[in-house]
């Protein structure tokens, strides 16, 4: 993403300017309503400065390795130095330097979460979450001084030694300046209101004048500068993977509902195909009695019933088993269907059933006709008190054969 929106908030509204990869500002600085910071900020990267006296910046020293366990340890390396309960406050980290030291911003974490809400009901997320006072341009060796007209005054004297101040006279803040420093090694950045307010101080550093808003400036000093973002550790953003699950969540629970339709269904059909394979059995197994008294343990029904009469085995369990398909296929699973007795010979099959009333037999017998090669014919029916009891016998074609 070529093009970065540096934005910090206003008590009504806020304040953005858009600026390239290397700092440079585009475009002018605008001020206005946080749904107009929405529409600005999409397809950019978005920093979000943080006032810079609602953070202490500083650094230390942490023997880990550990990126993690550095942040971890971080609270108590600076316990000492804070006045709130480190429980209360966030702490975020830059990477080491060669000499294993870390800078380190830390911030209220109220006064973040309020921030970070305050943009999310604009439907803005930042990220990046930086403090102002590391805007301030800095490099070795030099001061930098912000005056703006509010009596807020910035001060970076290092890398990590940055600190924003209020209820200072402009004059006073070169009090923090080191009494032998050379004024080209100073520089004061003012509002043109405040200019005369230097006059006096004009030797003991380099000033120069905003022509506009100051964030400009601070905004090409985060993008180019060492920085620290506070969105760590509690405060991280959520993985990309489940920012783009999100809007899915609900088409998502569609499909698994239909899935488990779906699969409810085939448990339900597999279960009725079973249920009608273990009545098949049985009949066969009663027509195996009565044919073969001889057998005193059934096994597998009907191949004992092809080896007792001679049949032929192979072909013969071959197309029982698809006429058998068939017949399982057109037998209504809705309605109470008796199987009475079944007879397999010559590639026919006769089923003695007793159903609820002659349409059954009718509906049966037309979805055998509509299987191919298969043909059914309903050769006797009985009424037997409420339901009916009839004889369907079912061919195989002879091309099939």
């Known amino acids: 993403m070529s093009e970065t929106l540096v934005c910090r908030l206003l008590e009504q509204g806020a304040q953005w300017v858009v600026m390239d990869a290397n700092g440079g500002q585009l475009g002018e600085v605008r001020t206005g309503e946080l749904n107009a910071l929405s529409v600005a900020a999409m397809q950019k990267h978005l920093i979000l400065l943080v006032p810079g006296a609602d953070v202490l910046v500083t650094s230390t020293t942490v023997p880990i390795k550990s990126a993690a366990k550095t942040l971890k340890a971080i609270p108590f390396a600076l316990e000492e130095n804070l006045i709130a309960d480190v429980e209360t406050q966030h702490f975020a980290i830059s990477r080491k330097d060669k000499n294993g030291s870390v800078g380190v911003a830390v911030i209220d ?193 009907l191949n004992q019933l092809l080896s007792c009469t001679g049949g032929n085995a192979t072909a013969a369990s071959t197309y029982f088993l698809e006429t058998l398909s068939v017949v399982s296929a057109a037998l209504p699973r809705e309605l109470d269907i008796r199987i009475l007795s079944i007879s397999f010979a010559d590639q026919s099959m006769e089923l003695r059933l007793n159903v609820p009333d002659v349409a059954t037999l009718d509906n049966i017998q037309r979805k055998v006709n509509e299987a191919e090669d298969f043909s059914a014919e309903i050769q006797s029916t009985s009424q037997e008190e409420d339901r009916v009891e009839g004889r369907i016998q079912i061919h195989r074609s002879e091309a099939q054969a």
């Open 109 to 301: 974490k109220s006064r973040l979460e309020q921030l970070l809400e305050t943009l999310e009901e604009a439907g803005i997320e930042p990220d990046e979450v930086i403090a102002e006072s590391l805007g301030l341009p800095w490099s070795d060796g030099r001061s930098t001084i912000l005056v703006r007209g509010d009596n807020t005054i910035g001060l970076r004297t290092g890398r990590w030694a940055t600190t924003f101040l209020f209820g200072l006279q402009p004059a006073e803040v070169f009090e923090f300046l080191p009494k032998d420093l050379p004024s080209e090694q100073a520089t004061v950045y003012c509002e043109k209101a405040v200019l005369a307010s230097l006059e006096d101080h004009a030797d003991r550093a380099a000033v120069q004048l905003l022509e506009e808003s100051d964030l400009p400036l601070l905004a090409s000093q985060v993008i180019s500068g060492p920085s620290i973002n506070f969105l760590q550790g509690s405060f991280a953003p959520k993985t990309q993977l489940l920012e783009k699950i999100k809007p899915w969540r609900l088409a998502a629970s569609l499909l698994l509902a239909m899935l488990l339709t779906v699969f409810a269904r085939d448990v339900l059909r597999l279960q009725q195909i079973k249920s009608v394979r273990q009545s098949l059995d049985r009949q066969m197994a009663g027509i195996l009695t009565t044919t073969c008294p001889g057998l005193t343990r059934i096994v597998s029904p």
